[in-house]
């Protein structure tokens, strides 16, 4: 089967005439100064790291953290977080496959992170249950902090594989101007400005970001829209005090697909093959968020800040779906089902920072005290409806994406929620130095309550699921820094995760519970040129809520007893030379259902857990000669074979390899008229690598077909 992606000629005429021609209809305005056409890549007084919510090194923490810079965001030409992570190790991307570009899913060290995404430190709410979630775009990423393990004790709610927090470009003093252009496979059309600076000569400093970008699917007669405008506002109230204000607007028309297909379409179709129905494909989802940051020095040591953010949401979809007993293998024939789904929410994150440094004897004590708040209201509403006979009598092999009449749907079945959660979290770190010794301890305490009030036309679903959790997390470490650049390290954290709801035989669910024992170390050469972290982790979580296996809707949940992930995982980077320098990490995950209600998943492996992933990605820079100004990047990315579904019964999910590169070009090698100008050429999945996800073999998605794209990015 023949699915390569050929490059229109037409399109990448344009594309060549772009790159060559807008630096020098922009000449007339670019400065002199050298020092402008730097990218700006300071994080700002009110940034904090991820590990430890403070502005200390995440390499004193003791625990792994991968960090991921906007530059390889750029020379990669990533649409979304899950293509961030691909590189990232123990993180499994893009569970729901390729052309489902409506979430960000993935998983870390084996645990589902897919509704506690972190934006600049503070959670972005999810319409628990549904499909709603901000997503933010990669145009407004300066960096993205992966941090494993728990991490409770400063976030609250949280799984214990660990989080991701995304962090924002920021206002910067230097004034700086970049304008990008982008086409590519799908009819990519793509205009982008990111523009900072000082206004005037006054305190405040300026960032707009816009973006703006078109595709077609990779599925068949769907589409990908989205508009972006993220601006912000520094203001240097006095020499301490620094106020931002910052909004970040997003609209997507349109989002692709969000549908499944049976393992045999999977095996016999190709990656842009539609199970759906033209006149009922509709994905719409609109993220307003404002907020503001407060960083107040009180002296030289002690500071506070305080971090806060409004958002208001909405999301429709038309949509279809099918079940297991709907699917005849031989014939083809799919019986399919129409709903919909029309989701708001508004909520209201902030989060209180206190920090500061004391000095008893040879201890040096860091100290964190915070307490944050978030509340999410929120509503759905889902209706299915019957259509005309002819759009029952559709073909998986012979798919006919037009059967359906809107003219003669009625609706059979609705199902409304009222959704409201709040959370209320107190903590406590102190990180103690003391020579080459780095000691953690920190601990939280968290009010946790939800209510779900269910009404539908089928009294099966009806009532009110709540919770009413408090919970203390805990977590204490140490590390040393040797002479000759390793650090050993040692920790034990723990995790909590409400739980709302009831199990299939009625009871409620208790709140999922986790820990993890981490021992590795850091190394980091006297130069900076080499690093590498090595760590073994072992988790253990508790009642975990997992879809029950035996449920053809999906909509049941059972509570198993007891988790454990354990692995080991080595991620290192390495300046070969001044000019080449390579990134490579391994991550062995050994997964387990331990105990459980239900006995036939006990010695089960959960879903989307590869025992094995490698990545490697490569950077050559060409700084003199007929190439100066080049670069050649290219990575692979390995993911082991997977369990087919919960049960372990249906086989597995293939291993697959995936190859792609990255060439850049500093036009101003060519002419000084063409200073600040870069052009991107990036492929995807270079060799056309055709691979899948499933939930089982009913439910599975296609990978990532081959994809091009060349941008042209003009900074000034």
């Known amino acids: ?349 902030i989060d209180n920072q206190v920090s500061g440094q004391m000095i008893a004897g040879d201890w040096q004590h860091n100290l964190l005290l915070g307490a944050d708040y978030q509340n999410l209201t929120g509503d759905s509403l889902y209706k299915e409806y019957t259509a005309n006979a002819e759009f029952y009598g559709f073909n998986a092999y012979n798919p006919d994406n037009s059967l359906l009449d809107r003219s003669k749907i009625n609706e059979a079945y609705r199902e409304s929620h009222d959704i409201d959660y709040k959370q209320l979290g107190f903590y406590l770190q102190d990180q103690v130095r003391t020579g080459r010794l780095v000691l953690l301890a920190g601990g939280r305490y968290d009010l946790f309550t939800s209510s779900d009030d269910k009404v539908s036309t089928s009294p099966t679903y009806d009532g009110k699921d709540s919770s009413d959790h408090k919970q203390f997390s805990y977590r204490v470490g140490a590390l040393y820094e040797l002479d000759n650049g390793i650090s050993p390290f040692l920790s034990y954290a723990t995790s909590f995760e409400p739980a709302a709801g009831t199990d299939v035989n009625g009871q409620s669910f208790k709140p999922q519970i986790g820990e993890q024992v981490e021992i590795g170390m850091k190394y980091m050469s006297a130069d900076m040129s080499q690093s590498l972290t090595a760590s073994y982790f072992h988790i253990t979580k508790n009642d975990t809520i997992v879809a029950d296996p035996s449920d053809p809707s999906y909509r049941a949940k059972i509570q198993v007893g007891e988790v454990t992930s354990q692995g080991v995982e080595l991620e290192g980077q390495m300046f070969l030379t001044d000019n080449w320098d390579v990134q490579a990490s391994y991550a062995y995950i050994d997964m387990e259902i331990k105990k459980a209600y239900d006995p036939n998943l006990e010695g089960t492996t959960p879903i989307y857990v590869p025992k094995h992933s490698a990545m490697a990605w490569t950077n050559y820079y060409v700084y003199n000669g007929a190439f100066e100004g080049a670069r050649i990047g290219a990575g692979a990315r390995y993911v082991g074979e997977m369990e087919m579904d919960a049960s372990n019964t249906q086989g597995k999910v293939p291993a697959y390899t995936v190859v792609d590169m990255s060439l850049g070009y500093e036009l101003g090698g060519v002419s000084e008229m063409l200073s600040g100008a870069q052009a991107n050429l990036v492929v995807n999945n270079l060799f056309d690598q055709e691979y899948y996800s499933c939930y089982d073999k009913t439910n599975c998605w296609f990978g990532a077909e081959q994809s091009i794209e060349l941008n042209v990015n003009y900074n000034f």
């Not at 594309?15 to 000449?27: H, N, V, Y």
């Not at 300026?206 to 078109?214: C, F, G, S, T």
């Open 1 to 349: 089967m023949d699915n390569s992606t050929t490059f229109p000629r037409s399109t990448l005429a344009l594309a060549l005439l772009a790159t060559f021609s807008l630096p020098t209809i922009a000449s007339d305005h670019h400065s002199s100064d050298s020092t402008q056409l730097e990218e700006v890549t300071v994080l700002g007084k009110a940034y904090r790291n991820t590990a430890t919510k403070t502005a200390l090194e995440p390499e004193e923490t003791p625990q792994g953290i991968t960090v991921i810079e906007g530059e390889l965001l750029e020379q990669r030409a990533v649409q979304s977080v899950s293509q961030a992570l691909r590189y990232a190790p123990g993180v499994v991307t893009e569970q729901k496959g390729a052309a489902v570009t409506m979430y960000d899913n993935f998983s870390i060290r084996g645990f589902d992170t897919n509704n506690v995404n972190y934006y600049d430190g503070l959670v972005l709410p999810f319409l628990v249950g549904w499909n709603l979630q901000p997503q933010i775009d990669p145009i407004a990423i300066q960096q993205i902090e992966v941090f494993k393990g728990p991490t409770s004790v400063l976030y609250g709610s949280m799984p214990p594989g660990g989080m991701v927090n995304i962090i924002a470009k920021s206002p910067q003093q230097n004034e700086q101007a970049s304008v990008g252009l982008a086409t590519g496979s799908r009819n990519l059309v793509e205009v982008s400005i990111d523009t900072t600076g000082q206004i005037a000569q006054s305190d405040f400093s300026y960032r707009l970001i816009a973006l703006a970008r078109k595709q077609d699917s990779q599925v068949d007669g769907a589409q990908e829209e989205r508009y972006v405008i993220a601006p912000s506002l520094d203001w240097q109230a006095s020499d301490r005090t620094l106020i931002n204000v910052n909004l970040y607007y997003q609209k997507d028309p349109a989002m692709g697909i969000n549908s499944s297909a049976p393992l045999e379409v999977i095996n016999n179709q190709s990656p842009s093959t539609s199970l759906g129905d033209e006149d009922w494909s509709k994905f719409e989802r609109d993220v307003l968020m404002i907020g503001y940051k407060i960083n107040h020095e009180f002296n030289d040591t002690w500071s506070l800040l305080q971090n806060a953010r409004y958002m208001d949401a909405s999301l429709y979809q038309e949509n279809t779906y099918h079940r297991g007993t709907s699917f005849n293998p031989v014939t083809g024939s799919l019986a399919r089902n129409i709903y919909t789904t029309d989701e708001s929410s508004k909520s209201f994150v």
